[in-house]
């Protein structure tokens, strides 16, 4: 059974920086990416970014490249680092796994197949 667990939201100011991570288990495969989703209140969840865990090749939406950076350990976690935060990246962000993804579909929602319970971020003065 492959588990996720986010840990690291909370409030920071406009401008400012948080890490968001998650945690992995269950699995041996290597053959998978993680990606990052979000979902403001009223909103569809919506892709932020992605990593191939064995090429490291990144993947971001527009509204965050050059803000956010996702990276990974050696062992089985995924990092978010979010900098220049904006009150419009409030959200819940959401980790997942997704075994076997093609590259055009690493932002689509639908090919991860294990999520993560959730964390709040929210930016706010």
């Known amino acids: 059974q492959v588990q996720l667990v986010e840990s690291g939201g909370g409030l920071v100011q406009p401008g400012g920086s948080l890490t968001i991570s998650c945690s992995t288990s269950g699995h041996t495969s290597s053959n998978y990416a993680m990606g990052w989703f979000r979902q403001a209140p009223g909103k569809d969840r919506e892709f932020v970014s992605a990593i191939r865990w064995s090429a490291r090749t990144t993947f971001y939406a527009n509204s965050v490249k050059g803000r956010f950076t996702i990276s990974r350990d050696n062992k089985n976690t995924v990092y978010l680092q979010m900098n220049s935060l904006k009150p419009e990246d409030t959200a819940v962000y959401y980790c997942?796994?997704?075994?076997?993804?093609?590259?055009?579909?690493?932002?689509?929602?639908?090919?991860?197949?294990?999520w993560g319970q959730g964390t709040q971020v929210t930016v706010s003065s």
């Open positions: 997942a796994a997704g075994f076997g993804i093609i590259v055009s579909s690493i932002s689509s929602s639908r090919q991860y197949n294990y």
